[in-house]
């Protein structure tokens, strides 16, 4: 199986910065996992990639109103399922076979595994909230499954 590359962002609240597409651009599929903030967000990841997105409590107004409040997005014959708050999941993962959970809505970039499962939460490529770090995560999966979260430095250029 090829590995597929898929590039994970969350909590853009609107502001698409540079600094996350260009870390994004060799992603092959890209997550939001919410609080997009504006259609414009997910029009500039569509240009790097295919783009599955949900909606975040803060997304509102017709353009996110399509968007689900979760989903699984399937990957060669591994599925991820993608929700904005992680105390709204309702599945058991184990149980329902997913190889991870992607999720957002707390600004802190996190990754652990529970169970075999990896959960993360890329933390936020938006606005800079508090003291906490400006990130997108990249999932590799093939036959086994990695990730690694990236802190963007805006406005010094893409990340090493």
């Excluded at 996992?33 to 599955?52: E, F, M, N, T």
């Excluded at 509102?60 to 399922?81: C, D, F, M, N, S």
């Excluded at 999720?103 to 075999?116: A, D, I």
């Excluded at 490529?125 to 999932?139: D, K, M, N, Q, Y």
Aim: glycine share 10%; charged share 20%; net charge positive.
């Amino acid at each position: 199986m090829r590995s597929c590359i898929v590039g994970v962002i969350s909590d853009t609240h609107g502001l698409m910065r540079p600094e996350a597409l260009e870390c994004l651009r060799k992603s092959d599929l890209i997550v939001h996992c919410g609080d997009v903030g504006a259609s414009a967000v997910l029009d500039a990841l569509k240009r790097i990639a295919p783009v599955h997105a949900v909606r975040g409590n803060n997304d509102q107004g017709p353009w996110a109103a399509a968007l689900p409040p979760h989903t699984t997005v399937k990957v060669g014959r591994r599925e991820i399922y993608v929700i904005h708050n992680l105390a709204e999941l309702e599945v058991d993962p184990a149980v329902s076979h997913y190889a991870a959970i992607l999720y957002g809505h707390s600004h802190r970039p996190k990754m652990e595994r529970r169970g075999g499962v990896l959960f993360l939460n890329p933390g936020s490529a938006g606005p800079r909230r508090f003291s906490l770090p400006v990130a997108v995560a990249i999932l590799k999966i093939g036959a086994a499954i990695g990730a690694r979260i990236v802190e963007l430095n805006p406005g010094s250029g893409p990340p090493p």
